[in-house]
């Protein structure tokens, strides 16, 4: 199985700042890489997958980028509704995994 | 609009086989392309994909868990149902079906999810 790992846990950024957040996958997994926001009590939601493209409705704020093994989620200028959990997820190999999740919270 | 469910039994106990049923809309399973999967969270933790069917009955599993689980779909009722043996404590979480988009291997919809405790 491929292993996800995503640095750091918890990210505290103030609100306007940018946030990176990385995701690294123990093999290459090419660019099928997906990226999901998560809020308490809610299901993810995608944001990002083939590693850039945006999912329908998610505004250009997120950006996704890497290949390979190596892929980052950029968010810029937070806003209070763009604190939550992030997972990264590959989707080159079965089983399909994912990350552990980065936390991102207010500073 | 696409829409996905998951319903089941809140409660189950240790050594029982959990029955999931996922009903949907908006889509159909028999058309190419399309697929459905679970993806489970226990309490504070992290997101855990366990199965996917895909429109001509293709089936993947979980490694860890695919001795344990069978998912199975009816697209005249749009349903699919997941089962998994010998349930544990561990087990105990949200379960979560949604559904893979078209042309790519990302969860672009997905079910409210429904909790799960495994409990005696």
């Known amino acids: 199985d491929i292993l996800m790992t995503q640095s750091p846990a918890t990210l505290s950024v103030s609100p306007g700042e940018r946030a990176t957040l990385s995701c690294r996958a123990s093999?290459?997994?090419?660019?099928?890489l997906a990226w999901y926001q998560q809020k308490p009590g809610q299901a993810p939601r995608l944001l990002i997958y083939?590693?850039?493209t945006r999912a329908t409705g998610i505004p250009a704020k997120f950006s996704g980028s890497g290949s390979g093994t190596d892929f980052t989620l950029t968010i810029s200028s937070l806003q209070s509704e763009d604190f939550a959990v992030y997972y990264c997820?590959?989707?080159?190999?079965?089983?399909?995994?994912f990350g552990p999740g980065t936390k991102v919270d207010i500073k | 609009q696409v829409t996905l469910r998951e319903s089941g039994p809140a409660l189950v106990k240790p050594t029982q086989t959990l029955t999931l049923t996922c009903t949907f809309t908006g889509f159909s399973l028999s058309a190419s392309g399309v697929s459905v999967s679970w993806v489970r969270q226990p309490p504070g933790k992290a997101l855990e994909w366990l199965a996917l069917?895909?429109?001509?009955?293709?089936?993947y599993y979980s490694t860890s868990l695919k001795t344990r689980l069978t998912i199975s779909k009816d697209s005249s009722t749009n349903q699919v149902v997941l089962t998994m043996t010998n349930m544990d404590p561990v087990d105990t979480a949200t379960y979560y079906c949604?559904?893979?988009?078209?042309?790519?291997?990302?969860?672009?919809?997905w079910g409210q999810g429904t909790v799960v405790t495994v409990s005696s």
């Open positions: 949604a559904r893979m988009g078209i042309g790519y291997w990302a969860f672009d919809t």
């Open positions: 997820q590959q989707h080159n190999n079965w089983p399909l995994t």
């Open positions: 083939d590693a850039s």
């Open positions: 069917i895909e429109w001509d009955g293709d089936k």
């Open positions: 093999q290459s997994v090419s660019t099928n």
